[in-house]
């Protein structure tokens, strides 16, 4: 049988293996800025989330030793009955990462606002 892994624990690895230990990843535009913070406000919501909500079993991957990623989070949170809003939220920032990446600023600023209103950010 195997060992239920709290979800808090796990996102905690990955809020530091997304952001560095810990640390500010820098911005090349407004946008990135936007998007840097929204991700961090997503965070914080599921870290929230995890460690007020129910536990799952750890996946078959996390015992062979690979770490949680934001998409992975945000689906076991919806599967547990946490919804699908922090799932929506971070489909919203990818999309706004390629459009940033692609220069197209109208876009972005579009996705990091679905993504904030995904969560009930303002």
Do not use: H, W, Y
């Amino acid at each position: 049988m195997k060992r239920c892994l709290p979800l808090f624990a796990a996102l905690a690895a990955l809020v530091v293996g997304t952001t560095g230990f810990g640390g500010r990843a820098e911005a090349d535009s407004v946008c990135s800025q936007m998007v840097i913070d929204t991700q961090a406000a997503v965070d914080r919501i599921l870290a929230d989330a995890a460690n007020s909500g129910p536990t799952a079993p750890q996946s078959d991957a996390v015992q062979d030793g690979a770490e949680p990623t934001p998409d992975s989070m945000a689906k076991v949170e919806g599967e547990i009955g946490d919804g699908a809003a922090p799932e929506k939220a971070l489909a919203a920032l990818e999309r706004a990462r390629k459009a940033d990446a692609a220069g197209d600023t109208e876009a972005c600023q579009k996705e990091v606002a679905a993504a904030r209103d995904a969560v009930g950010l303002e």
